[in-house]
């Protein structure tokens, strides 16, 4: 009896330490073997997140960056408050090039340096690839999330494309996650005027909202000795908004508000 004792308690703490040590792996799949992603999806439903961001400009303060360094961030958070309540769910890489405007003439982001653009059908084919993939390897859930406004709507259309060709694997777009902190009726937006900032402060686009919230994710990503800069040039440096009342304890309001919108949303879309 004391030896079985004793071998039952040995498993028990084999079993622990491997559970701990899955639980302290990363979310990321590009940190994964595909030995360990082919066990992952074998015996259990399981959810890849493909995060999109983005490279543009973002004023003379925030690097071009920006969406692509947010969202992996975000998408990470996500996947791990998902994997704690019993959903595997890793996260795809950041799909960083997708439409900003047109090239020849520019338009929208691309009248500025550096920013990259393709066309929103090259983009599509691009993520509906990505999720075909998936698809063919087996998890039973992709889930788009993604940083800019310009792309949701295709976003959306992506769901709507993959899911009509009808197989076990479904792909979900969340449209919490962008909604969380750009729509006007937010409750990242209420608490910024809560704090006195005013609409023109918050802005659009890398005003103190989008400001603050890379503050919180990347402060080195963000040039606080070029906020007057970005204030003065406004529109015509790529400024829709006033940066000076960023801050990063402002941001984390909204990346708190964003991760626990996005998880409640995936958890929804995928129990349907």
């Excluded at 009896?1 to 792996?25: D, E, F, H, R």
């Excluded at 799949?29 to 973002?58: D, R």
């Excluded at 947010?70 to 996500?78: D, E, F, N, S, T």
Aim: proline share 3%; charged share 20%.
């Amino acid at each position: 009896m004391q030896n079985l004792l004793k071998t039952v308690a040995v498993c028990g703490v084999l079993i622990t330490a491997a559970l701990s040590a899955y639980a302290q792996k990363s979310v990321y799949l590009e940190e994964f073997t595909t030995t360990e992603v082919a066990a992952m999806v074998k015996n259990s439903p399981s959810v890849v997140i493909i995060p999109v961001g983005g490279t543009e400009q973002n004023g003379p303060h925030m690097t071009m960056g920006k969406h692509n360094t947010r969202v992996k961030v975000l998408a990470g958070k996500i996947a791990q408050q998902l994997s704690a309540a019993h959903i595997p769910t890793l996260v795809a890489p950041v799909v960083s090039y997708v439409p900003e405007g047109g090239i020849n003439p520019p338009t929208e982001h691309m009248k500025w340096a550096g920013t990259v653009s393709i066309s929103e059908e090259t983009f599509k084919s691009m993520l509906l690839s990505a999720a075909r993939s998936f698809r063919q390897h087996g998890f039973t859930d992709v889930v788009l999330i993604g940083d800019h406004g310009g792309y949701q709507t295709a976003l959306a259309a992506v769901e709507a494309t993959f899911n009509k060709e009808k197989s076990k694997t479904r792909a979900h777009y969340i449209a919490d996650y962008y909604r969380a902190t750009a729509s006007t009726q937010s409750g990242y937006m209420a608490a910024l005027r809560a704090k006195g900032l005013s609409d023109y402060d918050i802005g659009t686009h890398a005003g103190s909202a989008d400001t603050s919230l890379q503050m919180a994710v990347d402060a080195g990503s963000v040039k606080v000795d070029k906020f007057a800069e970005a204030a003065k040039s406004g529109r015509d440096g790529g400024t829709l908004g006033d940066p000076r009342a960023a801050s990063a304890a402002l941001g984390q309001i909204g990346l708190d508000a964003t991760v626990k919108m996005s998880v409640l949303a995936i958890q929804k879309a995928i129990l349907k």
